[in-house]
């Protein structure tokens, strides 16, 4: 089965930034989508940003476009969330995601999730 470990959450200003990890167990790391989700306090699970399997191909939800970036490491089975001048709207609870096939938007279409790590950006 495929574990997922995120990491690299914590406390920053506003503005700041942090990277979040994600490190994976198994051997479909490669070739499989990977995506990261965020839960803010009284939210709904959203969409965050997606890579393909070569790292060809990303896709950002609008309200992180430009700031964040989302990269991998096959090598390492890692994939990185890069989280440039942060807002407080950006606190929540991060996870890290595998999918096989489907939209890189689509919560249903992943397969396994981790466990999250949090970010809480002070105003």
């Known amino acids: 089965q495929v574990q997922l470990v995120e990491s690299g959450g914590g406390l920053v200003q506003a503005g700041g930034s942090l990277r979040l990890s994600c490190a994976a167990s198994g051997r479909t790391f490669g070739r499989n989508a990977m995506g990261w989700f965020r839960q803010g306090p009284g939210k709904e699970r959203e969409f965050v940003a997606a890579i393909t399997w070569s790292g060809g191909r990303t896709t950002y939800a609008d309200s992180v476009l430009g700031r964040f970036s989302i990269s991998r490491d096959n090598a390492k089975n890692t994939l990185y969330l890069q989280m440039n001048s942060l807002k407080p709207e950006d606190t929540a609870v991060y996870y890290c995601?595998?999918?096989?096939?489907?939209?890189?938007?689509?919560?249903?279409?992943?397969?396994?999730w981790g466990q999250g790590t949090r970010v809480t950006v002070s105003s």
């Open positions: 995601a595998q999918r096989r096939t489907g939209s890189d938007r689509s919560l249903a279409d992943y397969d396994y």
